[in-house]
């Protein structure tokens, strides 16, 4: 068995509404910092797992995305695996 770190993004498909990321854009611009366009807000999961092969991590990272950690109809995610 190997030991992965993976880091999985959970962000809100392009065209669903996001008001939490709404409110922070406006909160920048009040604070005074110009320029900000657009705020979409999202999650992260540090995740440390031991498997087989990479390949069944990133298989149990999948699974684990589809059914808990993600709710993919509107949100999509990524995995990005690291080495500390």
Known sequence: MTVFNAKVTVRLKNGVLDPQGKAIEGALGSLGFAGVE????????????????????EDQLGAMCEKLLANTVVEDYSVEFSTS
């Open 38 to 57: 657009q705020v979409r807000q999202g999650k992260t999961f540090d995740i440390r797992l031991e498997a087989d092969s990479k390949q069944s991590a």
